[in-house]
């Protein structure tokens, strides 16, 4: 047991404490690497199969190869699970570009990939307490690096434009960020997905965002209620009049937005159809159907 946390790098489990990359491989010179991010709630992973879709999908895009096939990158997610004795957990995966065969070399195509996972404590993007209150959100003046650029929907840690938004919401005393495209449209967060309720239904951006899994359930559970939906362009405008807003990734579920720009949304606490959908969301942790017992 070792409840902080258990990692699995170069083939082998260690206390997360311990566990190191190498200065050389590119995930640290160059961000060259996609992850993906999982989580286990009362002992059971939580749409475990979409995550490992996604992840498949990633490394594919960025031609990496972790040299693990599925089924042995499913049985080290478990093994850092069990063996960190976790019954909430963040569970992590990512797979790096690694580095040149001939030092020195700049040939990323002889690259050996290189693959790491840990299990830690379940992590919340908001705290329970900030959840009952409902978080400040800030639109950041900085837009979001082009999708045609850096994709996107391949989870990365290409973060800094993100990161410096954080500050600048920081700096506006807002706990989350969210930034806009080139064209003004809002796109989404630090590892979060956007969504707001204008004008009898709610709107996420369908483009230049992560399709986050949380997301999807959302989707899923607005559709089985008969709620309206459109996944399309959500203009800052309309974030600015919504009368709920919330923001969703794996780090938290669903987390209401009471306050945008300094200005309160609607009446300032967590609206009914967020906190239904959190109830709808946690629910769904216990069902077979999205969730499956750690081994
Ligand atoms: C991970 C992430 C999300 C949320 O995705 P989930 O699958 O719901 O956790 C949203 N945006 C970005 C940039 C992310 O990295």
Redesign the pocket.
């Known amino acids: 047991m070792n409840p902080s946390g258990v990692a699995f790098v170069d083939g082998r489990y260690c206390p997360v404490e311990e566990a190191r990359i190498p200065v050389l491989d590119m995930a640290v010179t160059k961000g060259d690497s996609t992850y993906d ?1 999982v989580h286990v709630w009362r002992g059971r992973f939580f749409r475990l199969d979409d ?1 490992l879709d ?1 992840f498949e999908a990633s490394m594919k895009a960025l031609r990496l190869d972790p040299g693990l096939d599925r089924a042995q990158i499913e049985d080290v997610l478990h093994g850092c699970v069990r063996r960190a004795g976790l019954q909430d957990a963040y569970v992590s995966m990512t797979c790096t570009r690694g580095r040149t065969a001939i030092p020195g070399s700049r040939d990323i195509r002889t690259a050996r990939n290189g693959f790491y996972a840990y299990a830690v404590p379940f992590v919340w993007i908001n705290t329970l307490e900030q959840q009952e209150l409902g978080a400040s959100l800030w639109i950041s003046g900085r837009p979001r690096i082009a999708p045609e650029s850096v994709d ?1 929907a391949v ?2 840690y290409h973060w800094l434009d ?1 990161q410096m938004a954080q500050f600048e919401a920081y700096d506006h005393d807002a706990q989350l960020v969210v930034l806009r495209d080139m064209s003004g449209g809002i796109t ?6 956007v969504f707001a309720y204008v004008d009898d239904r709610w709107i996420t951006p369908a483009h230049g ?2 399709k ?4 999807q359930t959302v989707i899923e559970i607005l559709a089985e209620d008969g709620i309206p939906l459109e996944e399309g362009h959500l203009a800052e405008e309309a974030l600015l009049r919504a009368s709920e807003v919330m923001v ?4 938290g579920g669903i987390m209401p937005v009471t306050t945008v720009n300094g200005t309160p949304v609607n009446s300032g606490h967590p609206g009914p159809q967020t906190q239904h959908l959190r109830n709808r969301y946690w629910a769904r942790h216990e069902d077979p159907r999205w969730s499956t017992p750690v081994r």
């Open positions: 991010v995550h996604r996107p989870k990365n993100i989404e967060g630090a590892g979060y997905n965002v992560l986050g899994v949380t997301r969703t990734s794996t780090a």
